[in-house]
């Protein structure tokens, strides 16, 4: 996840990671994604609020 301010620097605040024990193994459906793009979206949302961006 960045942060991208006007006339500043981008942020570079974290990543949202999955990983199984097994490669080629992972399947994420349609709803995991929106899932996982929902949590990224609050993280984001977050961050911008404590930083005031």
Known sequence: MVLKRV????????LI????????SMAIDERELSLLRTLRN?????FRQATGA
Not at 42 to 46: D, K, L, T
Request: glycine fraction near 14%.
């Open 17 to 24: 990671y999955a990983d199984k024990g097994q490669a080629g």
């Open 7 to 14: 006339n500043q620097p981008d942020v570079v605040l974290g």
């Open 42 to 46: 609050q993280a984001v949302m977050a």
